[in-house]
């Protein structure tokens, strides 16, 4: 596999992002040339909506009929990657596709499991730092320290403001960051070890698998981790959900996630053999849906 060139993500506005009728030329173009397209989805702010406690967070209903019936084409291969552990997401979604956990850092297959090589050793590493990030945050209400299989979420979403710098510094100082490194995500600090793999690596691994090229990908996605998504495939669709006006993103594509649930039923449309110009204006005149708008 070749390296995945890491890039300062291109800022664009919202004005910027291409419209929802470009998006399907180029997905028809390229299911009509290969035959198969590889849907890549982030969960949290994508499949399922945000909620004050990640445990809470569910798939949204029109999102898991729209999966559902995309798992029974076989026209398209469908991964959910997350930075929730495999097991976690898996039991959230319930679909036989495949799960890559921990942004990636572990992928289950039909066939296959996966653990990237150097992930393993880092765990109980992990715990230690983690244990030590909740004795010194324990004044600090709200703070939820999530370990995972392989990485761990220090949760900010019920902190008062006022003290995220507070948390951010803590949580900084705690890890080695020789061995572990600090990602911010929406409202929560991602630890995770130094064995460069992330989401955009397990989708070039996916894809190399299933001897595939990288415009056969669609990666959704609505945080920082999913940019690596679409840096590893710039010649797939990529589509960033709900950005907000001020957020660079290598995505061409913009939707808010009310959105997604129509798109994936859309593309469900054209995997199953109808063809692309009928399934694209059925879609938008069933969901009246001509652009993809920006936060
Ligand atoms: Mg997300």
């Known amino acids: 596999m070749n390296p995945i060139a890491k890039e300062e993500p291109t800022t664009?506005?919202?004005?910027?992002?291409?419209?929802?009728?470009e998006v399907w030329d180029q997905i028809c173009q390229v299911l009509s040339v290969t035959g198969h397209l590889f849907l890549f989805s982030d969960f949290d702010g994508t499949l399922a909506r945000i909620t004050p406690v990640p445990a809470d967070a569910a798939i949204e209903p029109l999102a898991?009929?729209?999966?559902?019936?995309?798992?029974?084409?076989?026209?398209?291969?469908?991964?959910?990657?997350s930075g929730r552990s495999v097991p976690d997401v898996a039991n959230r979604v319930g679909?036989?596709?495949?799960?890559?956990?921990?942004?990636?850092?572990?992928?289950h297959g039909p066939d296959f499991n996966f653990v990237t090589p150097g992930a393993e050793a880092a765990r109980r590493t992990l715990l230690a730092f983690c244990n030590d990030i909740r004795k010194k945050?324990?004044?600090?209400?709200?703070?939820?320290?999530?370990v995972k299989s392989y990485t761990a979420s220090v949760h900010y979403r019920q902190v008062p403001p006022d003290l995220v710098p507070e948390l951010s510094l803590i949580v900084r100082s705690s890890v080695d960051p020789a061995r572990f490194e600090v990602r911010d995500?929406?409202?929560?600090?991602?630890?995770?070890?130094?064995?460069?793999?992330g989401k955009g690596e397990a989708v070039r691994w996916i894809?190399?698998?299933?001897?595939?090229?990288d415009d056969q990908a669609i990666c959704l996605g609505d945080d920082e981790t999913d940019e690596d998504m679409f840096q590893s495939v710039r010649t797939g669709v990529n589509i960033r959900v709900n950005r907000p006006p001020e957020t660079k993103t290598s995505a061409q594509y913009c939707m808010n996630q009310e959105h997604v649930y129509a798109f994936l039923e859309g593309l469900r449309d054209l995997v199953q053999g109808v063809s692309c110009a009928s399934a694209v204006n059925t879609?938008?005149?069933?969901?009246s849906i001509h652009g993809f708008a920006a936060n």
């Open 12 to 21: 664009l506005t919202p004005a910027d992002c291409r419209q929802a009728s």
């Open 64 to 81: 898991l009929a729209a999966l559902k019936k995309l798992t029974d084409e076989k026209h398209v291969t469908i991964a959910i990657l």
């Open 95 to 107: 679909l036989p596709v495949i799960y890559g956990g921990d942004h990636g850092l572990e992928i």
């Open 137 to 146: 945050t324990a004044e600090i209400p709200g703070t939820l320290v999530e």
């Open 185 to 197: 995500g929406h409202s929560v600090f991602e630890i995770r070890p130094r064995v460069n793999w």
């Open 207 to 213: 894809l190399d698998r299933y001897h595939a090229a």
């Open 283 to 287: 879609h938008l005149q069933r969901h």
